[in-house]
């Protein structure tokens, strides 16, 4: 059975730095599309950052474009959270989606529906 674990979130003040991990077992990561989702209180879930399987390539959300890097390697995904802001306070979460995909696009990875396995989430808190 596999399944996802997050870690890394904590409180920290604005301007600082967090950085997340997720890390998968029972199954390969690297043959997954991963994705981060946040979840702020009384808010949607929404996607922050995503690679693709197919080629690695990074995407972000405008919202954290610049401030937030993605990276991966086999079975682990980290976000790299710079620059910290009170409004990215939120329940962090990783994802994984095993296909098959479409031709790539935005709406496609940032769709929560669209992914097989979900870490617990990990809370992050950004003081101001």
């Known amino acids: 059975q596999g399944q996802l674990v997050e870690s890394g979130g904590g409180l920290v003040q604005s301007g600082g730095s967090l950085r997340l991990s997720c890390a998968a077992s029972?199954?390969?990561?690297?043959?997954?599309?991963v994705a981060w989702f946040r979840q702020a209180p009384g808010k949607e879930r929404e996607a922050v950052s995503w690679?693709?399987?197919?080629?690695?390539s990074s995407h972000y959300a405008d919202s954290v474009k610049g401030r937030f890097t993605i990276t991966r390697n086999k079975n682990t995904a980290y976000l790299q959270m710079n620059s910290l802001k009170p409004q990215d306070t939120a329940v962090y979460y990783c994802?994984?989606?095993?296909?098959?995909?479409?031709?790539?696009?935005?709406?496609?990875?940032?769709?929560?529906?669209?992914?097989?396995?979900w870490g617990q989430g990990t809370q992050v808190t950004v003081s101001s």
């Open positions: 994802a994984a989606d095993g296909g098959p995909w479409p031709p790539y696009s935005d709406s496609y990875y940032a769709a929560e529906k669209n992914y097989d396995w």
């Open positions: 029972g199954f390969t990561l690297d043959f997954y599309a």
């Open positions: 690679i693709p399987s197919t080629d690695g």
